[in-house]
């Protein structure tokens, strides 16, 4: 059984960085593209970026040049550094990872989610 799981939101003020981490762990045999999804509250769940194995990251136009996307493959651990916050990027963030288990089976993972509020 393979799981994703989320750490690092909390409460920031507009302007200010949080750093998100989403750990793989289980019967993983290889992790390839990660992605970072956010829904805020009454809204549909939008993808934020995501990152191929190979380390090639793709935004949306929202969060173009204040979100980073990174990843750690000897630690199965993906990031979304978030700096110049903005109240609009209130949402829960949710990871999800593409990866083949040790049985060879292909299949999408999501995490819980961590939720980030950005307020003053």
């Known amino acids: 059984q393979v799981q994703l799981v989320e750490s690092g939101g909390g409460l920031v003020q507009p302007g200010g960085s949080l750093r998100l981490s989403c750990a793989a762990s289980?019967?993983?045999?290889?992790?390839?593209?990660m992605y970072w999804y956010r829904q805020a509250p009454g809204k549909q769940r939008d993808l934020v970026g995501s990152?191929?194995?190979?380390?090639?990251?793709n935004y949306v136009d929202s969060v173009k040049g204040r979100f980073t996307v990174s990843r750690d493959n000897a630690k199965n651990t993906m990031y979304l550094q978030m700096n110049s916050l903005k109240p609009e990027d209130t949402a829960v963030y949710i990871c999800?990872?593409?990866?083949?288990?040790?049985?060879?089976?292909?299949?999408?993972?999501w995490g819980q989610g961590t939720q980030v509020t950005v307020s003053s």
């Open positions: 999800k990872a593409a990866i083949k288990d040790r049985l060879i089976v292909a299949y999408d993972i």
């Open positions: 289980g019967s993983i045999f290889s992790i390839y593209t």
């Open positions: 990152i191929t194995r190979a380390g090639s990251a």
